[in-house]
């Protein structure tokens, strides 16, 4: 390719964007960021090792595998390929990190952004996302945000997971990602906000709706389940109809043997006592 080098410098970022029969295993790591580490002597300049967020030395690929799955977002002008006498490469900062989630112009780079936050377990951006899933700009970057919350699970959260979730002007994606996110993280009137959108128009809420519900044991959907398993046909794109949902969601809070009471009393977000002992 014109313009890079025959030697990728380290320091390069670089983005997995697709894969292949030959890589399936990065199925799973698409939409994923690294850097190119410095070279090792042993392998020779034809091994490229790649560094994951956290500065770790994860996998490695060649120079026509990286061209062929890898989009190269930034080239280095590091000259010393072995990085002798270099100090190693640190953690991605969590600003840039935030930055693309908050202002990425896909959903790709938006959503691994918030996988990247999840990973780190950083709770330090709570705030940040909150106030992202709430006021973005863009409908992807606010449901980015939701869904990095969700892997977050900070308790936090709840209350604007809550309050999007029942906020009807907002977009159903939106709606539909932070209903999810309650199954992670939620708390007693968690349930009754999901149970009071489970017959909203907005069929992505109401998909999700049926998930966390099911997710948390909750007998009270039973009913308004049945309803949509029979009559709701219309599907959810990338995934199937509200029915079929619906229908997974009675059979998991049958499969539970659940009653309301008994999950308050051992759920780690709904019991205090519980939620005081972890």
Request: glycine residues 6%; contains cysteine; proline residues 5%.
């Amino acid at each position: 390719m014109i313009g890079i080098p025959k030697v990728i410098p380290p320091r390069s970022r670089v983005r997995l964007i697709k894969t292949g029969r030959q890589t399936p295993d990065w199925r799973k790591d698409l939409g994923r960021q690294f850097r190119v580490g410095y070279y090792n002597p042993k392998d020779g300049l034809e091994c490229i090792w790649l560094v994951n967020e956290n500065a770790e030395y994860e996998q490695t690929t060649d120079r026509k595998s990286l061209l062929k799955y890898f989009a190269i977002e930034s080239l280095s002008h590091e000259k010393d390929f072995y990085g002798r006498k270099k100090r190693r490469l640190g953690k991605i900062p969590i600003r840039s990190v935030l930055t693309a989630l908050q202002h990425g112009s896909s959903s790709l780079h938006a959503y691994e952004a918030a996988k990247a936050i999840g990973w780190r377990e950083d709770r330090r951006s709570v705030k940040s996302l909150i106030e992202t899933m709430q006021h973005g700009t863009r409908v992807l970057n606010r449901a980015a945000a939701a869904y990095g919350l969700s892997m977050l699970g900070d308790p936090r959260a709840v209350p604007a997971l809550e309050r999007v979730v029942n906020n009807q002007r907002e977009h159903p994606r939106v709606r539909g990602q932070a209903a999810e996110a309650l199954a992670h993280c939620h708390r007693r009137k968690s349930h009754q906000v999901l149970l009071n959108n489970l017959a909203e128009a907005p069929r992505e809420v109401r998909f999700w709706c049926a998930y966390s519900l099911a997710e948390m044991s909750e007998p009270a959907a039973l009913e308004p389940l049945r309803k949509l398993a029979e009559e709701d046909q219309r599907i959810v794109r990338g995934f199937w109809p509200v029915s079929k949902e619906a229908k997974w969601a009675i059979r998991r809070i049958r499969a539970a043997g659940k009653t309301r009471k008994l999950h308050h009393r051992l759920c780690i977000f709904c019991s205090p006592a519980r939620r005081r002992r972890t």
